[in-house]
């Protein structure tokens, strides 16, 4: 039977960006390089790593002929490099200039900067150009196209070499008005991309501070470099790979700062002080290891691959070095990497040595104590909990596992012929919200009893070995979701390489029927999958299930994109449960009176996916929006977890602004829907912050930060109801859309509820498949 869908109609496809889904701003450095001018350009990479060492944007490399060996050595200090070639027939239509001159080409070539059409903000940096200091305002820029102005012929004209270019100049139109200034010939014959672009622009260019283009004829006379110093540009003829120029040897010794191997490059990496980029860290530190056997660096890129989900990676690192017994960190992050490949045995011996040292007990101990949580022994997870209590008594995941391991009774199972048995991810105290809600909400779809008499809860991160097989086939049936649980690095393991930390022989051994319900593809913009080890896990899923739902279309295309064609159709749309809430919860009345407040909610896990670098925009924004909102109602925090409560004291910091916080995470369910019935309006980042307050009939605005935001505004066909975190006027357009729903209040409620009902009919559409896949009643 084919369920109720929606019109297709509008519906962003997954195979679009997750950049473009969510408005993330994609930013690149740009440079035209030759082999003249290659030793320059090598240096420029150097001296940006060097000074930034936490800045890794892709880096275009504009070029008409580099060698090989060439393209090599420039891969080889940068893991973001893109190659384009330059359309050099276009320029021989420009007038003036000898068009066989290098110099006149080379300043032609770096126009066709303004032909990228796949990043919002493009930076570009001359060849012989050095980076000295911190170039985080230039990331940040959104509006125009900024230059410095020329130092000595007039503040109405740019300076050539930094030009920092929003997608409103990297258009068809713009390029005209280039090529036809270039045609006509009506500019200033030197500095040709200079003349052209100051000739189109005539003046009009955001302006910047000189020190992020301090041109080196400022120092003549052999003037220090001043230390506000950014960009230190070597214009004119005499470049410092090519013997220098008298009068400017300060200046030259900047330059040869770096003018390293890649050697010393790579150690000089490595020493320096700062944040890092996990992928620069990786770029450098992996041969730096290889060469040194450095145990440190080694910790420190295993670490880089952790974060990026790399876990055999990290592994691998640190298993190629000789870690002393004492070193105890290493052992601790060898230890983490360990258990999140399923090297269960190996990874206690590491964490167990990591105890040794006080700063590292607390949270070695609360390793050990998952590591026998995910192996079922309570009694030993509990133990090692409380040793690192010991050692810190404000350790939380130790306080956490010890809450979660104490030895209460609870309520008497029924007979397993008559319970459904049910994966999920069930949140400790102080958990998510919304995933806390989530799997009493799946089992409503099924059954008006939730509690152990119908169901055998299985947990998700809990090792699925050969006793949870056989529990699992004395039961009418396995029901897995809902939520998120296709996601690399919540609760990683080497099983499946997703959340269920499932075998593939024992899910192979599961004889009675299968049913995936409600689940989402998860990955963030930028998170991978161990592809092999996924792939394989979920097609045999499919081949498994007796029903297969994902949540959201977003996810129904990316999972059958990885699936044969025989197995893709198996592959069906199942909304989340929270958002059919009404429908689902006996005796539910909608609220006869609602409380006059606005709730928002951000989330911060994974900080740098969501926002990239546009946070304190993001923050600036919402300060304009609650100011605004906080007219019309009082506006709240709602916070899921613990880390969402970050933007209420951001805003009082940053911004003066004070709102109420809504402890979420510490509510039973019944009170996480009472309150999101009883508001108005729920403006929320994560995705249970608009999927439940919609199932509760209460309008939502969503905060995208995350694909799957765009992927159920879609299904639902109101994309209007969200607006991006990135948005240059976030603050103008959500209070906009947020005031629209709030002055015709009853019709906007009435929307959510005819669009819930669209949902309603999918799900039960489909709860008549599985009444015949169950042999027994499904709601």
């Given at each position: 039977?084919?369920?109720?869908?929606?019109?297709?109609?509008?519906?962003p496809?997954?195979?679009?960006?997750?950049?473009?889904?969510?408005?993330?701003?994609?930013?690149?450095?740009a440079?035209?390089?030759d082999e003249?001018y290659?030793?320059?350009?090598?240096?420029?990479?150097?001296s940006l790593?060097?000074?930034?060492?936490?800045?890794?944007e892709?880096?275009?490399?504009l070029?008409?002929?580099?060698?090989?060996?060439?393209?090599?050595?420039?891969?080889a200090?940068?893991?973001?490099?893109?190659?384009?070639?330059?359309?050099?027939?276009?320029?021989?239509?420009y007038?003036?200039?000898?068009?066989?001159?290098?110099?006149?080409?080379?300043?032609?070539?770096?126009?066709d900067?303004?032909?990228?059409?796949?990043?919002d903000?493009v930076?570009?940096?001359?060849?012989?150009?050095v980076?000295?200091?911190?170039?985080?305002?230039?990331?940040?820029?959104?509006?125009?196209?900024?230059?410095v102005?020329?130092?000595?012929?007039?503040?109405?004209?740019?300076?050539?070499?930094?030009?920092?270019?929003?997608?409103?100049?990297l258009?068809?139109?713009?390029?005209?008005?280039?090529?036809?200034?270039?045609?006509?010939?009506d500019y200033?014959?030197?500095k040709?991309?200079?003349?052209i672009?100051?000739?189109?622009?005539?003046?009009?260019?955001v302006?910047?501070?000189?020190r992020?283009?301090?041109?080196?004829?400022?120092?003549?006379g052999?003037l220090?470099?001043?230390?506000?110093?950014a960009?230190?540009?070597?214009?004119?003829?005499?470049?410092p790979?090519?013997?220098g120029?008298?009068?400017?040897g300060?200046?030259e010794?900047r330059?040869?700062?770096f003018?390293?191997?890649?050697?010393?490059?790579?150690?000089?990496?490595?020493?320096?002080?700062?944040?890092?980029?996990?992928?620069?860290?990786?770029?450098?530190?992996?041969?730096?290891?290889?060469?040194?056997?450095?145990?440190?660096?080694?910790?420190?890129?295993?670490?880089?691959?952790?974060?990026?989900?790399?876990?055999?990676e990290?592994?691998?690192?640190?298993?190629s070095?000789?870690?002393?017994?004492?070193?105890a960190?290493?052992?601790?992050?060898?230890?983490?990497?360990?258990?999140?490949?399923?090297?269960?045995?190996?990874?206690?011996?590491?964490?167990?040595?990591?105890?040794?040292?006080?700063?590292?007990?607390?949270?070695?101990?609360?390793?050990?104590?998952?590591?026998?949580?995910?192996?079922?022994?309570?009694?030993?997870?509990?133990?090692?909990?409380?040793?690192?209590?010991?050692v810190?008594?404000?350790?939380?995941?130790?306080?956490?596992?010890?809450?979660?391991?104490?030895?209460?009774?609870g309520?008497?199972?029924?007979?397993?012929?008559?319970?459904?048995?049910?994966?999920?991810?069930?949140?400790?105290?102080q958990?998510?919200?919304?995933?806390?809600?989530?799997?009493?909400?799946v089992?409503?779809?099924?059954?008006s009893?939730?509690g152990?008499?119908?169901?055998?809860?299985i947990?998700a991160h809990?090792?699925?070995?050969?006793?949870?097989?056989e529990?699992?086939?004395?039961?009418?049936g396995?029901?897995?979701?809902?939520?998120?649980?296709?996601?690399?690095?919540t609760?990683?393991?080497?099983?499946?390489?997703?959340?269920w930390?499932?075998?593939?022989?024992?899910?192979?051994g599961?004889?009675?029927?299968?049913?995936?319900y409600?689940v989402?593809?998860?990955?963030?913009?930028?998170q991978?999958?161990r592809a092999?080890?996924?792939?394989?896990?979920?097609?045999?899923?499919?081949?498994?299930?007796?029903?297969f739902?994902?949540r959201?279309?977003?996810?129904?295309?990316?999972?059958?994109?990885?699936?044969?064609a025989?197995?893709?159709d198996k592959?069906r749309?199942?909304?989340?449960?929270?958002?059919?809430?009404?429908?689902?919860?006996d005796?539910?009345?909608?609220?006869?009176?609602?409380?006059?407040t606005?709730m928002?909610?951000?989330?911060?896990?994974?900080?740098?996916?969501?926002?990239g670098?546009?946070?304190?925009?993001?923050l600036?924004?919402?300060?304009?929006a609650v100011?605004?909102?906080?007219e019309?109602?009082?506006?709240?925090?709602?916070?899921?977890s613990?880390?969402?409560?970050k933007?209420?004291?951001?805003?009082?910091?940053?911004?003066?602004i004070?709102?109420?916080?809504?402890?979420?995470?510490d509510?039973?369910?019944?009170e996480?829907r009472?309150?999101?019935?009883?508001?108005k309006?729920?403006?929320?980042?994560?995705?249970?912050?608009?999927?439940?307050?919609?199932?509760?009939?209460t309008?939502i605005?969503?905060l995208?930060?995350?694909?799957?935001?765009?992927?159920f505004?879609?299904?639902?066909?109101?994309?209007?109801?969200?607006?991006?975190?990135?948005?240059?006027?976030?603050?103008?357009?959500?209070t906009?859309?947020?005031?629209g729903?709030?002055?015709?209040?009853?019709?906007?409620?009435?929307?959510?509820?005819?669009?819930?009902?669209?949902?309603w009919?999918?799900?039960?559409?489909?709860?008549?498949?599985?009444?015949?896949?169950?042999g027994?009643?499904?709601?």
């Amino acid at each position: 039977m084919t369920a109720t869908t929606f019109s297709a109609v509008g519906r962003p496809s997954a195979a679009a960006s997750a950049s473009a889904l969510t408005g993330k701003r994609r930013v690149a450095f740009a440079s035209f390089v030759d082999e003249n001018y290659l030793p320059g350009f090598l240096v420029l990479l150097r001296s940006l790593a060097l000074s930034n060492p936490g800045v890794c944007e892709d880096f275009i490399v504009l070029h008409d002929d580099l060698r090989p060996s060439s393209i090599a050595k420039i891969r080889a200090l940068h893991p973001r490099i893109e190659l384009r070639r330059v359309d050099a027939a276009r320029y021989d239509s420009y007038a003036k200039g000898d068009q066989d001159n290098y110099l006149v080409r080379k300043a032609y070539f770096i126009l066709d900067v303004f032909r990228i059409r796949d990043y919002d903000t493009v930076i570009t940096l001359d060849t012989d150009m050095v980076v000295l200091g911190d170039l985080g305002e230039l990331l940040k820029l959104r509006d125009g196209l900024a230059a410095v102005p020329q130092f000595f012929y007039g503040q109405h004209k740019l300076n050539s070499g930094l030009l920092v270019i929003q997608r409103e100049y990297l258009s068809d139109e713009f390029c005209a008005r280039i090529d036809a200034v270039g045609r006509s010939g009506d500019y200033e014959l030197d500095k040709h991309d200079q003349g052209i672009l100051n000739a189109v622009l005539d003046g009009d260019f955001v302006q910047l501070d000189s020190r992020y283009n301090f041109v080196k004829r400022r120092l003549s006379g052999d003037l220090a470099v001043p230390d506000e110093t950014a960009i230190l540009h070597f214009t004119g003829r005499h470049k410092p790979w090519q013997g220098g120029e008298h009068g400017y040897g300060k200046a030259e010794d900047r330059w040869r700062e770096f003018e390293l191997s890649d050697a010393e490059f790579h150690a000089a990496y490595m020493a320096g002080s700062g944040a890092t980029h996990h992928d620069l860290l990786v770029h450098y530190g992996t041969p730096h290891v290889a060469r040194t056997g450095d145990v440190e660096c080694a910790r420190r890129v295993a670490l880089a691959h952790i974060g990026a989900g790399g876990f055999q990676e990290a592994v691998d690192i640190l298993g190629s070095v000789h870690i002393p017994v004492d070193s105890a960190w290493p052992h601790e992050v060898y230890g983490n990497a360990l258990m999140s490949v399923s090297r269960y045995e190996e990874a206690e011996a590491q964490l167990l040595l990591a105890t040794s040292a006080p700063n590292r007990a607390a949270t070695s101990y609360s390793r050990l104590a998952q590591i026998a949580w995910i192996h079922g022994d309570d009694e030993t997870a509990r133990s090692y909990a409380l040793d690192g209590l010991s050692v810190d008594p404000t350790h939380r995941a130790n306080r956490l596992m010890r809450l979660r391991t104490q030895d209460v009774p609870g309520p008497r199972e029924g007979a397993p012929e008559d319970q459904l048995a049910h994966v999920a991810f069930y949140m400790p105290q102080q958990g998510n919200a919304g995933d806390k809600l989530l799997p009493e909400s799946v089992r409503l779809t099924f059954d008006s009893e939730t509690g152990p008499r119908r169901w055998h809860s299985i947990h998700a991160h809990r090792y699925f070995d050969e006793a949870a097989l056989e529990r699992v086939n004395s039961r009418r049936g396995l029901v897995i979701g809902g939520g998120g649980l296709f996601i690399p690095d919540t609760a990683p393991n080497g099983n499946s390489a997703w959340q269920w930390n499932v075998p593939d022989d024992h899910l192979r051994g599961i004889d009675v029927p299968i049913v995936v319900y409600a689940v989402g593809f998860n990955a963030f913009d930028g998170q991978s999958y161990r592809a092999e080890r996924f792939n394989a896990s979920l097609r045999l899923l499919v081949e498994q299930a007796a029903f297969f739902g994902l949540r959201n279309h977003g996810s129904i295309e990316k999972v059958r994109a990885l699936l044969p064609a025989e197995l893709q159709d198996k592959v069906r749309f199942q909304p989340c449960p929270t958002t059919v809430t009404r429908q689902l919860v006996d005796g539910w009345t909608d609220p006869a009176f609602r409380e006059n407040t606005v709730m928002i909610n951000a989330a911060y896990d994974r900080a740098g996916l969501r926002f990239g670098h546009d946070y304190a925009h993001f923050l600036a924004e919402m300060a304009k929006a609650v100011r605004a909102l906080g007219e019309h109602a009082e506006v709240k925090c709602v916070a899921h977890s613990l880390d969402d409560e970050k933007i209420a004291f951001d805003l009082r910091r940053e911004h003066g602004i004070s709102m109420p916080v809504i402890p979420m995470y510490d509510f039973e369910n019944d009170e996480i829907r009472d309150t999101y019935a009883r508001t108005k309006l729920v403006i929320g980042m994560r995705g249970h912050a608009g999927m439940i307050p919609f199932g509760c009939g209460t309008p939502i605005i969503s905060l995208i930060s995350h694909p799957k935001m765009a992927y159920f505004l879609s299904d639902i066909e109101r994309p209007e109801w969200g607006v991006s975190v990135h948005d240059k006027n976030l603050g103008a357009v959500l209070t906009e859309r947020a005031v629209g729903l709030l002055d015709d209040h009853a019709a906007s409620v009435a929307d959510v509820h005819g669009r819930q009902q669209e949902l309603w009919k999918i799900t039960q559409a489909n709860a008549a498949d599985l009444r015949t896949i169950l042999g027994t009643p499904v709601r």
